[in-house]
């Protein structure tokens, strides 16, 4: 079993900063990628950034200058960081964690305000 926790969401307006934070813990394989992905009501949740173990990253088109992907292999975390923030950056962001299995974290909540 993995436990996925992230952190650091909240307000912030239109071009300020926020870092999110996860950690996963547990029996983890060595090999694995974890990554940001959000999602907003009424709409499928969508990828933002992914890094993997050997720090290959991928993000998506919207968020490309703006926000970096980081990770600490060990301490099994990743971070987000998110610079001129628009308010269509705006939803919950989940941390996702996969080996051969997937978990999700609970999601914090990001608000950007106009």
């Known amino acids: 079993q993995v436990q996925v926790v992230e952190s650091g969401g909240g307000l912030v307006q239109a071009g300020g900063s926020l870092r999110l934070s996860c950690v996963a813990s547990g029996s983890i394989f060595s090999r694995n990628y974890m990554g940001w992905y959000r999602q907003v009501p009424g709409k499928q949740r969508e990828l933002v950034a992914t890094?993997?173990?050997?720090?290959?990253?991928n993000y998506a088109d919207s968020v490309k200058g703006r926000f970096a992907i980081s990770r600490d292999n060990a301490k099994s975390s990743i971070y987000l960081q998110m610079n001129s923030l628009k308010p269509e950056d705006t939803g919950v962001y989940y941390c996702?964690?996969?080996?051969?299995?997937?978990?999700w974290g609970q999601g914090t909540q990001v608000t950007v305000s106009s």
């Open positions: 890094v993997t173990t050997d720090g290959n990253t």
């Open positions: 996702r964690f996969t080996d051969y299995r997937t978990y």
